[in-house]
C-alpha cells in the first residue's frame, strides 16, 4: 500500500473515536435538557454544568482529531 | 415615540438587505472570475524571520515565528484597549458603560459572578487568573477570523519547495506581489493558473497566524496554569496541601487501608500532570480545527457558506477561552479546600 493511502485510512480510522464523544454530549445535552423540563427554574445552573460536561466530553473528540491531524499533516 | 424608532430601524434594516444581497451577488462574480484556493495547511508554526539570537543558557536559535507575532498583537491589543478605552471609561465617573467597555464589563462581572460562586472568599485570588487567561485567549482566538490573517505574507523558498519539490521558487513563481514595503514583497493567498504558480501561492507564510494553532503557546499557558494552581494551593493551605499527592498521614493513622489512600494520591499527581495535556490539546485542537474548517470551507463553497462557518468559530473561540479560564478556576478553588477536613467534617 502506499504511504500517502495508508496515512488517509489512518486518519479516518483515527476519528472513529469521535462516536464515543458524540454518544456522550448527546447523553449529557439529554440530561440538561429533561432536568430544565422538570425545573424551569434552574436552567441556568443545569446550562452552565451542561455545557461544562459537554466541553469535557467533546475534548475526546478533539483529541482524536489532533491524532488524526498530526497523521495528515507532520508524519 | 416608539412608532417614530420602530420606522427608522425599519429603514435601516431595509437599506441594509440590499447591501448585503449586493455583496452577495459581487462575491459570487468575484469567486467565479478569481477562484479561491487552499492554503497550504502545516502543523508548526512558520519562521518569518532568520536567527534573530541565541538563548544564553541553551544555546538554542531564537526565530519569530507568525504565533507569536499573532500572541504579541494580542498582548499590544489587550493593554492598548485597557489604557486606552477602559481606563478613561472608569476615570470619566459614568455609571452605565455603553459600546466595547460594556461588553468587556459584562464578561468579566460574568467572570467574576462564576469565581465567587465557586471559590467563595478566594475569588479575589483566583479571578485575575481567569480573567486574564480567558481575556488573552479570547482575543488570540478571535484573530483567525480577521480577514487577511492566515492569508497574507511573504514568499518563503524553503516552504515552497516544502509543498512541492518539483517547483523552482525563483523561475516558476510568477505571481505578483500585493504591495512592496521596502525590500519586502508581500503577497496574499489567491487566484493562481497551473500547478507550479499554485504551489507557490500556496507557500506564502503568513505574517500573523492565529497563537492557538500553534501548540507552543497552548501548552505555555497550561503550564503557566497548572504552576499557579500549586501555588494558590500551597498558598491556601501551606505544605498540607501535598498531603493530596503523598498521603503518608493515612499510611500511618490506618495501617492496611491507608495503603489505598497512598496509592489514590499517586494517582492524583497523574491527573494533576494530565491537566497541562488535556487544557492544551483541547484548545489547540478546537482553534487548529478551526482554522482547517474556513480554509476547506472558503475554498469548496466560496459564497455564503464561510460566513456560517465564521459565526461557528466565534461562539468556539468564546467558548473555548471561557472553558480554559472556567476550568484553570476550578482546579484552582479546589486546590484551596483542604481534602483532609472535608472528610473530617463528614464524619
Given at each position: 500500500m502506499e504511504a500517502a493511502a495508508a496515512k488517509l485510512i489512518g486518519a479516518g480510522?483515527?476519528?472513529?473515536?469521535?462516536?464515543?464523544?458524540?454518544?456522550?454530549?448527546?447523553?449529557?445535552a439529554f440530561?440538561?435538557?429533561?432536568?430544565i423540563a422538570r425545573n424551569p427554574d434552574a436552567a441556568s445552573a443545569i446550562q452552565t454544568n451542561m455545557i461544562l460536561g459537554i466541553v469535557f466530553t467533546e475534548a475526546i473528540a478533539i483529541y482524536c482529531l489532533v491524532v488524526a491531524m498530526l497523521i495528515l499533516f507532520v508524519f | 415615540m416608539a412608532n417614530n424608532e420602530q420606522a427608522t430601524r425599519k429603514w435601516k434594516y431595509g437599506v441594509n438587505r440590499w447591501v448585503i444581497l449586493a455583496i452577495i451577488v459581487v462575491s459570487v462574480f468575484a469567486a467565479g472570475m478569481y477562484p479561491p484556493m487552499r492554503p497550504h495547511i502545516q502543523l508548526p508554526a512558520e519562521y518569518l524571520t532568520g536567527v534573530l539570537f541565541q538563548f544564553p543558557g541553551t544555546g538554542e536559535d531564537?526565530?519569530?515565528?507568525?504565533?507569536?507575532v499573532a500572541t504579541l498583537l494580542a498582548d499590544v491589543l489587550i493593554l492598548g484597549l485597557a489604557i486606552f478605552v477602559i481606563g478613561p471609561a472608569l476615570r470619566s465617573g459614568?455609571?452605565?458603560?455603553?459600546?466595547?467597555?460594556?461588553?468587556?464589563?459584562?464578561?468579566?462581572?460574568?467572570i467574576y459572578n462564576l469565581t465567587e460562586g465557586t471559590a467563595g472568599k478566594w475569588a479575589k485570588t483566583i479571578f485575575p487568573w481567569f480573567a486574564t487567561i480567558t481575556l488573552l485567549v479570547l482575543v488570540a482566538n478571535w484573530m483567525e477570523l480577521i480577514p487577511g490573517v492566515d492569508s497574507i505574507g511573504i514568499l518563503d523558498e524553503h516552504h515552497i519547495e516544502h509543498i512541492d519539490h518539483?517547483?523552482?521558487?525563483?523561475?516558476?513563481?510568477?505571481?505578483?506581489?500585493?504591495?512592496?514595503?521596502g525590500e519586502t514583497q508581500v503577497y496574499s493567498v489567491g487566484y493562481a493558473e497551473g500547478s507550479q504558480v499554485a504551489a507557490c501561492a500556496a507557500g506564502i507564510v503568513p505574517f500573523v497566524r492565529a497563537a492557538a494553532t500553534d501548540l507552543n503557546f497552548t501548552i505555555a499557558l497550561a503550564i503557566i496554569a497548572f504552576l499557579a494552581i500549586q501555588i494558590i494551593g500551597v498558598r491556601a493551605q501551606g505544605l498540607g496541601y501535598f498531603?493530596?499527592?503523598l498521603n503518608f498521614r493515612a499510611l500511618f493513622a490506618k495501617p492496611g487501608m491507608g495503603i489505598i489512600d497512598f496509592v489514590v494520591g499517586i494517582f492524583e499527581i497523574v491527573s494533576e500532570f494530565s491537566k497541562i495535556i488535556s487544557f492544551s490539546f483541547r484548545l489547540f485542537g478546537n482553534i487548529f480545527a478551526g482554522m482547517v474548517l474556513l480554509f476547506v470551507i472558503g475554498t469548496l463553497i466560496p459564497v455564503a457558506a464561510q460566513t456560517g462557518v465564521l459565526l461557528l468559530e466565534f461562539a468556539v473561540g468564546l467558548i473555548q477561552a471561557l472553558v480554559f479560564g472556567m476550568l484553570t478556576m476550578i482546579f484552582m478553588a479546589q486546590a484551596t479546600q483542604s481534602h483532609h477536613a472535608e472528610e473530617e467534617g463528614h464524619h
Open positions: 480510522i483515527a476519528m472513529i473515536g469521535a462516536m464515543g464523544a458524540g454518544l456522550g454530549v448527546g447523553m449529557a440530561g440538561g435538557v429533561q432536568g | 531564537f526565530r519569530l515565528t507568525n504565533s507569536m459614568k455609571q452605565v458603560f455603553s459600546g466595547i467597555v460594556g461588553v468587556v464589563e459584562a464578561l468579566l462581572e460574568l518539483s517547483v523552482n521558487p525563483h523561475t516558476d513563481c510568477a505571481i505578483n506581489p500585493l504591495f512592496t514595503v498531603e493530596k499527592f
